[in-house]
């Protein structure tokens, strides 16, 4: 099988990559970009440990055709912040101990930044839709509601 | 490694062209939110793929002349957003709101939705109570057919995906409008697959408690998205009032023969929540915005 040249940007850097026909999005990212943030938790596009976003939109990256890919602008959980310098819903998100075992996280905070870049006073109601595809085992979710409240608070200017 | 090649044309004639000239070893993906996972486990295969969703023209909602009509490449995200169909037809709006979730409705499209022929497929369950059309493309030329016509049975469609494509859908608003909603039964809010679909479009003749035209359609309780014929008349048929209303779930109820299911409960659980949920979808519609009081 050939392989079929993409051109995309990711976390706002050009890639330029051979890959498989059938390849998916997540593969790409963790095992040929070492962007390991994105998890494959089920492989079926239904818990949302894979979520990255493409063009602003969060997708479940398991079951995105990495050729789709191609021209988009690719953001992952390492796009927006590390250790040193920590996105304000990354920061929200370890204040307000939303993070039990991590593994939803970069999905879960991806998704709550996609709904506060288009609305920036979401209602808990509005929270709670956005991060419907992303399933965690840990928390309960209280906590990570509780942490895109704050999150919205702060890039409102709270 | 469940496909060799990867097309993504730009146009609708060169994916055609691409379908014409693998003959039959290709098919159309759009979203592939479906598709990938057959593919993956096996349930269907393919050599080639012919990726749709970069031709800008068919992804649009417009209103046109008394008709709305709908790109097959609209998203679920999109139209769920739509002003205009939750103005005018909010089942659709709705009905695309409850796809799976927010990265599924992102991805996917109406048209894909269609294709993939589950019965109680959320927006076949709108555009059938809409009473919709759908254009399809061949290689033979185009074609309209009633979107329930596009249905052989669970999960086969008489689209067939290696040399037509669905270009868009179609369906009428009348000048009194329509007053319309879906009501979904399932296990959870989200990335779940439905127990019971209702959705329910009807015109109002536009003096209190007349309607003029009713469609109701329910799923899944047959191989097919059903059209609820007996009740849709009770509704045309004189005065709409809470007797009516009921009088037209249980003829809904009447009309289901759903199976004993481990996913969605047994018969006379599934009869019952046709009964209730057709009740309160058609309340819910009549309480639409421009919507009559009803006793």
């Known amino acids: 099988m050939s392989k079929q040249k993409i051109i995309f940007e990711v976390n706002s850097r050009t890639v330029n990559l051979e890959i498989n026909a ?7 990212l963790r095992e040929r970009l070492d962007l390991v943030g994105a998890k494959r938790g089920c492989g079926e596009g239904e818990c949302g440990a894979c979520t990255v976003l493409v063009d602003g939109e969060p ?22 912040g590390d250790e040193d310098n920590l996105h304000p819903i990354q920061s929200a998100f370890l204040e307000e101990g939303a993070v039990q075992c991590g593994f939803c996280t970069p999905g879960m905070i991806l998704s709550a930044k996609a709904l506060l870049d288009k609305n920036p006073a979401p209602t808990e109601e509005d929270i709670r839709v956005a991060i419907s595809g992303n399933l965690c085992r840990c928390t309960g979710y209280a906590k990570i509601v509780q942490a895109v409240k704050r999150a919205a608070r702060i890039l409102a200017g709270g | 490694m469940f496909c060799e090649k990867y097309y993504r044309p730009r146009s609708i004639s060169e994916a055609l062209e691409l379908l014409k000239q693998y003959r039959g070893r290709a098919r159309l993906i759009a979203g592939g939110t479906d598709l990938v996972l057959q593919l993956k486990e096996g349930k269907k295969r393919v050599s ?9 023209e068919l992804n649009y909602i417009e209103a046109d002349q008394g008709f709305i009509r709908i790109g097959a490449l609209a998203t679920h995200s999109r139209l769920a957003q739509s002003s205009l169909l939750l103005k005018q037809a909010r089942v659709l709006a709705q009905a695309a709101a409850s796809v799976g979730s927010p990265q599924i409705r992102n991805v996917g499209t109406v048209g894909g939705n269609v294709v993939n022929a589950q019965p109680a497929a959320d927006t076949a369950v709108a555009l059938t109570a809409l009473d919709a059309m759908a254009t399809v493309l061949g290689v033979d030329g185009e074609r309209e057919m009633p979107v329930r016509n596009l249905f052989g049975g669970v999960g086969q469609s008489k689209i067939d995906p290696t040399g037509e494509m669905i270009t868009g859908f179609f369906f009428k608003v009348p000048p009194g409008g329509l007053l319309s909603s879906f009501g979904r039964v399932a296990r959870r809010k989200a990335l779940s697959l439905p127990v019971l679909n ?3 479009a009807l015109a109002p003749a536009g003096r209190d408690n007349i309607i003029k035209d009713a469609c109701i359609c329910v799923a899944p309780v047959a191989p097919v998205p059903l059209r609820m014929r007996k009740a849709e008349e009770i509704l045309t048929n004189g005065i709409l009032n809470d007797q009516t209303i009921r009088a037209a779930s249980e003829a809904a109820a009447g009309a289901a023969k759903p199976r004993d299911s481990r996913l969605r409960g047994s018969a ?4 019952e929540l046709v009964r209730v949920m057709t009740y309160r979808t058609i309340k819910n519609a009549l309480q639409a915005p421009g919507g009559c009081q009803i006793v």
Request: aromatic share 4%; glycine share 6%; net charge negative.
């Open chain 2, 268 to 271: 006379d659980y599934r009869v």
């Open chain 1, 22 to 28: 059938d390849e998916m999005l997540l593969e790409v």
């Open chain 1, 59 to 80: 997708v479940a990256s398991c079951i995105y055709p990495a050729v789709k890919a191609a021209g988009k602008k690719v953001i992952t959980i390492e796009g927006l």
């Open chain 2, 198 to 200: 209702v959705g329910v």
């Open chain 2, 48 to 56: 080639v793929l012919v990726d749709i969703t970069q031709i800008k």
